[in-house]
């Protein structure tokens, strides 16, 4: 049995930042989920729809991973990362920083992981590991899973060596806080950027602003295109308000980040961000209700109505990230 001691083992709304912010706060730096969120430029968007998908996708947030990339590196921060074809390896390389006394994140399936509430394979879930006995790993996920939780070894190592959609190589990470860490405050700005850049100037039209107008013409087909709306719909608007999004897709965790901002750094155009991204949360939960109820009611209208509001979000959306990308 392996335990790491001094661990705050809080869950928050997120799986990357709940994993981030265990490990952070282990070397000593204790910051909000908003700001982990928005200090690695976490908000994107993509709609995707192909062959073989059962339904389309809606994401609000970077692929999975890219978000602790970004964090460490505008931090300056050291993130050592391990990935392995070999289970017996990749074993290794998680019990050696828990043996030495430090909490390690993990990027796995899901679906295999024993108190796990929504049984869908989702190979981009990220949790924190604290310890370990001959039975159980002893993990940190979100709120909504139970905060401190404990999974099977043989089903964690099944969640690690599961490939398809968004998976990792068995992948293991720490992250150390230098000595001369810079004041995240003075990082705040760098991260706005970025991610308004992206945002504004995606390299395919699924992405970013242009992503929510895509949306916003496929939404209103939704009962056309699902085989089963009265389960696809509910579902797709969970994922947009309550599975892991912190909210309206995201957009509160990065309202809530910009209204952090606000506090240190005297800017108008962060101000305008912040309000337009206060209106956009609120559009996104009204989305999210609509989309509901037309799977329930099978009223196409809902839909109708679900892609007005997103042709308003796709502006509000860019008005707002030009706003932050002048900051």
Known sequence: MAMVEGVDARGMRHCETTALGVLLRHEGLDL???????LGSGLSFIYWDGKGMGFPFLGGRVKPFELTRNLT??????????ETTSPRKAWQNVAEPIDGGRPVGLQLDSYHLDY???KAHFGGHIVAMYGYDEH???LVDTAPQGGAVSTGLAGLARARAERGPMTARHRSFTVTVPGGL????TRIVPAIKTCADTFLNPPIANLGHRGVEKAARQVPKWLRRSGNPEEDLPRAAALMERAGTGGALFRNLYRDFLAECVQ?????HLRTGHRLYAEAAAGWTRVAAL???AGESGDAERLVEAGSVLHELARIERDAMRALSEV
């Open 182 to 185: 810079p004041s995240p405050e």
């Open 32 to 38: 909000s989920e908003p700001m982990l969120f928005g």
């Open 73 to 82: 590196a505008v931090l300056g921060l050291e993130l050592l990362v391990r």
């Open 291 to 293: 989309v509901e109820a």
């Open 116 to 118: 796990f509430s929504t």
């Open 136 to 138: 159980d790993a002893h």
């Open 264 to 268: 240190s750094i005297d800017s108008g």
